[in-house]
């Protein structure tokens, strides 16, 4: 499977999906926070890849799943309201 993105972001951080995106998909500077803990809590399941790859921050943090050492995204796809709570 090939993926392309044009994003580069990480997961996380100053240059992550919330600090990069979060304004631009209504997420105020008061929520980034919480936002991040979320993202945090998500990337903590996706034992397989670091959040700290370029382009893990796509389409806010699915992307991760993909990047290199990604074994498959499609098993979890059936557990993604869990992976989100």
Do not use: N
């Amino acid at each position: 499977m090939v993926v392309i993105t044009d994003v580069t972001s990480p997961l996380l951080g100053e240059e992550g999906a919330v600090a990069v995106f979060g304004a631009q998909k209504g997420i105020s500077a008061a929520d980034r926070s919480a936002y991040e803990c979320r993202l945090a809590g998500f990337a903590g399941k996706i034992t397989h890849a670091s959040p700290d790859i370029s382009g893990a921050g796509a389409a806010g943090g699915p992307a991760l799943a993909f990047t290199p050492g990604a074994r498959s995204w499609f098993p979890a796809l059936g557990r993604l309201p869990r992976l989100f709570r």
